[in-house]
C-alpha cells in the first residue's frame, strides 16, 4: 500500500466514524429510558411482593424535582430486616407525575397493601422523560395492581 492509500482509507473510516457516531449515542440513549423504565416497574413488582411477605404497607415514592425514587415500609410497621431502597435516575431523565399527586417538594407515593392491592388513591402514572425528547408513560392497569409500559 502507498501512503496516499493509506490516508485515503482512513479518511472514509473517519467519515463513516463521525456519521454513525451520534446514531450511536440515541441508540445508546434510549437504551438508557428503557433501562430506567424496567426499574422503576421492577420495584413496583417487588413493593407489592414484599407486602405481601412483610404483611405490611410499603411505600414506593418518587421525587420528580430530584429524579430520586425508593420503596421503605409504612410508618408504624418497622421491621428489623428491613432497609429502605432508594435509586435515582441516570443523567438527563426526569420524572413527570400529575402535579396535584405531588407534595410541595415533588414527592408522590404508591402504598401497596398488605394484600398486594395499590391503594386506590395512589398514584396511577408516571412518565420518564429522557433529554425532554421522548419518555416512557408507565400507567396502572385496569386491575390496578400491576404499572405496565403504554
Do not use: H
Amino acid at each position: 500500500m502507498t501512503l496516499v492509500e493509506l490516508i485515503i482509507v482512513m479518511g472514509l473510516l473517519a467519515l463513516l466514524m463521525g456519521i454513525a457516531a451520534p446514531r450511536l449515542s440515541g441508540f445508546i440513549g434510549g437504551r438508557g429510558l428503557r433501562d430506567e423504565a424496567r426499574r422503576f416497574q421492577g420495584l413496583t413488582r417487588y413493593a407489592a411482593n414484599s407486602a405481601v411477605s412483610r404483611s405490611a404497607p410499603m411505600i414506593l415514592w418518587l421525587n420528580s424535582e430530584s429524579g430520586a425514587y425508593g420503596l421503605d415500609i409504612a410508618t408504624g410497621f418497622e421491621q428489623d430486616d428491613w432497609g429502605p431502597l432508594q435509586f435515582q435516575l441516570s443523567d438527563g431523565c426526569r420524572f413527570e407525575v400529575d402535579p396535584s399527586a405531588a407534595d410541595d417538594k415533588g414527592q408522590v407515593e404508591i402504598r401497596y397493601e398488605p394484600d398486594g392491592n395499590v391503594d386506590a388513591d395512589s398514584l396511577t402514572e408516571v412518565r420518564i422523560w429522557r433529554l425532554d425528547k421522548e419518555f416512557i408513560t408507565i400507567r396502572r392497569e385496569t386491575n390496578g395492581n400491576e404499572f405496565e409500559n403504554q
